[in-house]
């Protein structure tokens, strides 16, 4: 079913590893050059910068091919023909996907990507205008359109399975949040079902990631159950998926048990706090990294919404001790594993041994030092029109806040 | 054929020795795990979320609080991460060092933005240099750098850099509701400064490794300089020619050094420059939309023939 060949991938991984530990010093540049030849792959793959921009220039040209042709060939269409010809070109794109895999041979090179991504989007705009246009607009949609994010949900499950994307499964979850919003109008009933969809998903891939064990198979679920884990906390916190979420936590508010049955309520606020230890157990068990870090965000945002859930008044000084908690955390665990035999505990360490982590950490740090000085200025400082060089919103690290 | 396979299969050839595959076999059974990574973010997160609070706080409750108490906090805070700075840090080096603990990247973090929070707090409160804000932008921005440099710092050094684009009149919130010829002198401004400094201080082997952070600061402050001149719809032609000097040698630049990012840079913002100089007489949509299937087409192209002849995986 999947279209990459397994030893292809497997030998595209092993490249990798194999420049990581050259990286890394585990292995002389010689040894290096030698293994590299056994690791050849016919897959043909890019530089992240030239796939990010592949992927865009491939979607812009498709994109105006498109409404090129719509508005050339067929003068003022109507909306069931333009659906038509939109799912003309979603079969274009997808058959255009199959060829650039198996003829050319490209791999994560942001052409066939975007070309898939194309063709989901084709996908759901024609089943819409062939199927539902031409309909007054209602505020309760028909049942039976829940048509269009169940295709699009299913089509978004093949992509990632047949060439491995992983927002493709991410684009699929999307699909199922519209899906219960057809059927009833019941906000518990809505995340009640959601949260069950995402549940089966997570037992579905765990049982198949159980048979795969090290390879690059594991390493590609391991994002798809992170991200179930994370939908399904997003769903069964009220606090975080009500939909005014800005009215409600900006203005100090919260969404009530009111909103939703008291039991409910109460059940869900317990589950927010029950999940985190057990995705981080899960995450901690599998040496998963995906899911250890969707573990630490839950535990975060459990106490973040703790408050709103019971209805208490937020403080200025809760993110001091939020601040204050994380960083003794890290210390404890960093100080916990640096005491061990080797500096290891129960398999871990807090030694970096991977020079992604150091590439990482080098480009978060330029990145987040710019970008922080935004997020702790609480307000730009006013200026005088004769004030020239004042504001310094960014710069100074937001010390032209305004007390 | 799995990675454990082929190492058993590199130790039978004699490619690898029995040490090097029990241990490379251990790290793809993740054996040990790093959480390298994840303590770090922790501890950024950490940082960060207790500024923001701090700021918070005193920016609420600065009048019952009373100044004594909050100078006295935030003076306590920022003494302590000085101390702690300058006591554990090694010597003085030109070279790349690496940190002496694995807090004091963070513990210097958080001084320079508790720094941040009381400078603020002693201009709003006294008014010490009666509003003249570019004086502290430049003062804090001068004293960043001094930090990053003594104590190898990436985060720093980028509030350095971000505060002297402060100084400059950049702010990037205001950027673009502002692109007027002011700013954009004064990015230029800037970029010339930076641009030079930061080759400078490479050349003469301060710090070189922080020459990435430099060049990439430049590249985007230059360009988006450069695209609101080229949006003009008078006098833009010079602008174009500069956009397109700039997109050259940052392609060329990209290429000969493989910092592919810098061929991103030169294809997007050269990509946009150029057709909103061609768009903007084309009142037929579809001419435009012609113009993005050939002009698009022809990136893919170029960019395919790149990728091929330069692009292997970073």
């Known amino acids: ?85 939109f799912l003309i070109f979603a079969a274009v794109c997808y058959g255009a996907t199959e060829v650039a895999v198996s003829q050319a041979h490209l791999y994560r090179y942001g052409i066939e990507e975007a070309l898939a991504v194309c063709s989901v989007g084709f996908f759901c705009a024609g089943m819409q205008a062939v199927l ?47 899906l219960p919003g057809y059927w009833t109008s019941s906000h518990t009933v809505q995340h009640v079902f959601v949260a069950l969809l995402y549940a089966i998903g997570l037992i579905c891939v765990t049982v198949i990631r159980s048979r795969y064990h090290f390879d690059y198979i594991e390493d590609d679920y391991s994002p798809v159950e992170a991200f179930l884990w994370l939908g399904i906390y997003l769903t069964i916190n009220l606090q975080l998926s009500s939909l005014n979420m800005r009215a409600h936590w900006w203005d100090n508010g919260t ?25 981080l157990a899960r995450g901690i068990r599998q040496k998963d990294r995906f899911v250890i870090a969707v573990g630490a965000i839950l535990a975060i945002l459990t106490l973040i919404s703790n408050k709103p859930y019971l209805g208490w008044p937020r403080h200025t000084w809760d993110p001091m001790l939020m601040g204050i908690l994380l960083t003794g955390f890290a210390l404890f665990i960093q100080r916990w594993l640096a005491r061990g ?37 609480p307000s ?24 | 054929m799995t990675i454990r396979a082929r190492l058993g299969h590199w130790k039978e050839q004699g490619a690898i020795s029995p040490e090097q595959h029990v241990y490379l076999a251990s790290l793809c059974r993740g054996e040990p795990f790093s959480v390298f990574l994840e303590l770090n973010v922790l501890l950024y997160a950490g940082v960060l979320a207790f500024v923001v609070g701090l700021g918070w706080t005193v920016s609420t409750w600065s009048q019952q609080l009373g100044d004594v108490l909050i100078l006295g906090i ?30 004091f990247d963070y513990v210097l973090y958080l001084g320079s933005l508790v720094w941040c929070v009381e400078l603020a707090y002693l201009e709003k409160r006294f008014h010490v240099l009666s509003g003249q804000w570019d004086l502290y932008l430049f003062a804090t921005s001068v004293f960043f750098f001094f930090l990053a440099y003594r104590f190898d710092n990436r985060f720093v050094l980028s509030l350095a850099l971000s505060s002297l684009a402060g100084w400059f009149g950049l702010t990037i919130s205001h950027w673009p509701s502002h692109p ?82 810098f061929v991103a840079y030169s294809a997007v913002y050269g990509y946009v420059g150029l057709s909103s100089i061609l768009i903007r007489g084309i009142d037929d949509e579809s001419v435009a939309l012609g113009y993005f299937v050939i002009t698009a087409v022809a990136m893919l192209v170029a960019l395919v023939q790149i990728a091929r002849r330069f692009g292997r995986p970073a």
């Not at chain 1, 994109?63 to 269409?77: D, K």
């Not at chain 2, 020459?211 to 006098?235: E, I, Q």
């Open chain 1, 1 to 85: 079913m999947r279209l990459y060949a397994a030893s292809s991938e497997e030998s595209l991984r092993a490249r990798e590893l194999l420049a990581d530990w050259a990286n890394e010093g585990f292995l002389t540049k010689g040894q290096y050059e030698r293994l590299e030849q056994e690791t050849v792959s016919e897959l043909r793959t890019t530089n992240i910068f030239l796939r990010l921009i592949l992927f865009l220039f491939t979607l812009i040209s498709v994109a105006a091919a498109a409404a090129l042709f719509l508005r050339v060939i067929l003068a003022r269409p109507s909306e069931q023909t333009t659906g038509i010809f």
């Open chain 1, 132 to 178: 539902f246009s031409g309909r007054p607009y209602s505020p309760r949609p028909d049942a039976f359109q829940f048509i269009v994010p169940a295709a699009g949900g299913i089509f978004s499950l093949w992509i990632w399975h047949r060439f491995g994307l992983w927002y493709a499964f991410l684009a699929a979850m999307v699909f199922a949040l519209f």
């Open chain 1, 255 to 279: 969404t009530g048990a009111s909103e939703f049955g008291r039991s409910f309520y109460w059940t869900t606020w317990v589950l927010i706090w029950c999940l985190p230890p057990v995705v």
């Open chain 1, 341 to 377: 035999p080797g500096g290891i505990r129960g398999g871990f360490t807090a030694a970096r041994l991977s020079g992604k982590d150091k590439q990482w950490m080098n480009a978060g740090s330029a990145v987040l030092g710019l970008i922080t000085p935004q997020s702790i200025t």
């Open chain 1, 380 to 403: 730009p400082q006013t200026r005088s029109a004769e004030f020239r060089f004042g504001g310094g919103a960014s710069g100074g690290g937001g010390a032209s806040g305004d007390f």
């Open chain 2, 74 to 103: 935030l003076s306590t805070i920022l003494g302590t991460c000085f101390w702690y700075c300058f006591s554990r840090a090694p010597a003085a080096s030109l070279a790349e060092t690496p940190a002496p603990t694995a807090v």
């Open chain 2, 180 to 261: 007027d010829a002011a700013y954009r002198q004064y990015a230029l401004l800037y970029c010339l400064l930076v641009g030079l400094g930061g080759t400078l201080l490479q050349r003469h082997g301060l710090k070189p490794h922080f020459f990435g952070t430099y060049l990439n600061v430049v590249a985007n402050v230059l360009f988006w300089a450069l695209l609101s001149g080229v949006f003009n719809h008078h006098g833009y032609e010079v602008w174009f020619l500069a956009l397109l000097l700039a997109c050259g040698a940052a392609l060329a630049w990209g290429l000969t050094r493989q910092q592919f990012v």
